[in-house]
């Protein structure tokens, strides 16, 4: 957290992956992150808005992958051009923090989860808890 200003939680797994979670915008985070020497063993850092639970894996997994353009919202270590083809080294960041002109997450009403996790023995599917 003191790498920053605006990390307000973290969450580290296996060693791999830091999923930082940020108030606002979160390129200059992740831009800021993936060049510090203090994190130069991590090897993906991924920025999430302050609305994921890092408690709950499948939340801040959902953040992630749903919440970012490839195209513009990832960044390395070290970006260079060899001839005409790009050299990625380093650390992976992703900022996957929510955008203007992203549609609100859609939240399931607390009444139907209740009645779907009541009923979940009636459907003849396997049950897997995050």
Request: hydrophobic content about 45%.
């Amino acid at each position: 957290k003191s790498l920053h200003a605006r990390i307000r939680n973290v969450r580290l797994i296996d060693q791999t992956l830091l999923v930082v979670q940020v108030e606002g915008d979160g390129r200059e985070v992740v831009t800021t992150l993936v060049k510090s020497p203090v994190l130069s063993g991590i090897k993906l850092i991924a920025a999430v808005s302050a609305d994921l639970d890092l408690s709950d894996q499948e939340s801040f997994l959902w953040g992630i992958f749903t919440r970012f353009d490839p195209a513009r919202d990832v960044v390395f270590t070290q970006a260079e051009l060899n001839g005409v083809w790009p050299v990625y080294r380093g650390c992976l960041g992703i900022d996957a923090t929510f955008k203007q002109g992203y549609p609100d997450p859609v939240v399931m009403d607390p009444a139907v989860v209740r009645l779907v996790g009541s009923r979940w023995g009636e459907y003849g599917l396997a049950h897997h808890s995050a």
